[in-house]
């Protein structure tokens, strides 16, 4: 028996495979250089930004920043921009009490003070306070400003509507829908109104370009890029970082040219080249393992696993309190295209408006990959069986007990391992050493 690892919480869990399985891919990506000075690193990319002026120099033509960034959905470590940020902006001439920052939640659950703490760091947080907010999708106090080519609303926070400098901050990675995250997603859905999102999430998200590594014509990347040219964002920051969430590199300056750079680094810190489709696939969410982001690795097993196959999903889902709704709405006999016009005719599930309309699309990934695949078995500690079985999956409390259940199904076959599938972007059908395709 051959065996292999997987990542749970920050820890490297071992198991064994059963004879008959060929592991087909499975390794980790090699180890990848991380900045010695993290802080240094910001400065160093703000000193020289990619298709856009400096900072300061911005600056010095305005009169009121706005300042957003992402969530604790995300890793990424904005407090270290955050002091730079602030004292380049000082020094093109706006003062610290004409600097708001703004937290792009989009639909997702806000952070609470010690969150947004946490986000800015407390030298940043006490020089902006009470100028910290979170953003809010509901209100009519969300301004329209305009719609799309392909005729989406936007609507977007006032504070950002309002400001003549608007900065972002975020981090560049695998991401389910926009083929990759940061970029213009700070805008598209972080500070948009709830009829945007779903205006433009819902238009999207059965389109088979809107798909993990893909931006060439995937028009959900696409138009979050109009929609960011539209709203003036002036100048993005993004981080490049490791599946530890070390920081690699740090990209800034034009939006989309900036975006471009970080997504070219990305896809060699990330990719995974597998030379065909498994008959089973291992999937540890590591290391997005909160709330519906760990939805990340069952896409990515998804992507590289035949329809009919199997799919074993490990995830630990402490967050079992805000997981409760979603797994109600997934339990519904309900098929994923009718869950999907009920949300284009608006009709949202009330249990899950206050989680947002990213969950609500992750209860249409999750009736899509139940209906297209075999048997996915869920290895979680957080939640029991009956809730598991509840959303017709198989429930495992270990890794070696699901490979036993999926061995009675599949005795042999070809397996994919993902050891942190939160954060990878497969690509079926690459030999090692091939050159990316996004197309």
Excluded at 35 to 56: F, K, M, N, Y
Excluded at 222 to 242: H, P, Q, S, T, W
Excluded at 289 to 295: A, D, F, L, T, V
Aim: charged share 25%; proline share 7%; hydrophobic share 40%.
């Amino acid at each position: 028996m051959m065996k292999t690892h997987l990542y749970y919480e920050g820890k490297r869990v071992s198991f064994e495979l059963p004879p008959g399985w060929r592991l087909i891919c499975g390794k980790e990506m090699p180890p990848v250089p991380v900045c010695p000075d993290p802080v240094e690193e910001v400065r160093r990319s703000l000193d020289h930004p990619i298709g856009s002026e400096r900072i300061e120099a911005l600056a010095a033509r305005s009169s009121r920043a706005v300042i957003v960034f992402d969530d604790l959905t995300r890793p990424t470590p904005t407090h270290l921009a955050f002091p730079e940020v602030l004292n380049r902006l000082n020094r093109g001439g706006i003062p610290d009490h004409r600097i708001s920052a703004l937290c792009a939640t989009g639909t997702h659950p806000v952070p609470d003070e010690a969150g947004l703490r946490l986000k800015l760091g407390e030298e940043s947080y006490k020089r902006l306070y009470p100028r910290v907010y979170n953003h809010n999708a509901e209100p009519r106090e969300n301004v329209l400003v305009g719609r799309t080519s392909r005729g989406t609303p936007v609507e977007i926070n006032p504070l950002v509507a309002d400001a003549d400098l608007i900065i972002g901050i975020g981090a560049c990675f695998p991401h389910n829908w926009a083929g990759f995250g940061g970029g213009s997603k700070i805008i598209m859905p972080g500070i948009c109104s709830l009829q945007s999102i779903a205006a433009h999430h819902l238009a999207w998200i059965q389109n088979r370009n809107t798909h993990i590594g893909i931006t060439r014509g995937n028009l959900f990347y696409e138009e979050c890029n109009e929609i960011a040219r539209m709203v003036g964002l002036n100048y993005k920051i993004d981080f490049l970082l490791n599946f530890k969430g070390e920081v690699v590199k740090v990209f800034s300056g034009d939006v989309i040219e900036e975006h471009a750079e970080a997504i070219r680094e990305c896809i060699g810190i990330t990719a995974v080249n597998i030379p065909h489709l498994a008959d089973v696939t291992i999937s540890a969410a590591f290391p997005l393992e909160r709330g519906n982001q760990s939805i990340k690795s069952l896409t990515a097993a998804a992507a590289v696993t035949k329809t009919g196959g199997h799919i074993i999903w490990v995830a630990p889902q402490r967050d079992k309190g805000q997981l409760l709704p979603l797994i109600k709405e997934v339990s519904l006999e309900k098929t994923a295209h009718a869950y999907h016009r009920e949300l284009l005719e608006g009709r949202y599930p009330e249990a899950l408006r206050p989680m947002g309309l990213s969950f609500m699309c992750t209860v249409l990934e999750i009736k899509r990959y139940r209906d297209r695949f075999s048997r996915v078995v869920h290895v979680t500690e957080g939640l029991d069986r009956a809730l598991v079985e509840s959303m017709r999956m198989t429930y495992a409390a270990t890794i070696e007990e699901a490979c036993g259940i999926v061995e009675k199904d599949v005795p042999e076959g070809d397996v994919v391992i993902l050891p942190y599938g939160g954060i990878v972007m497969p690509r079926v059908g690459h030999a090692e050493g091939a050159e990316p395709n996004l197309s």
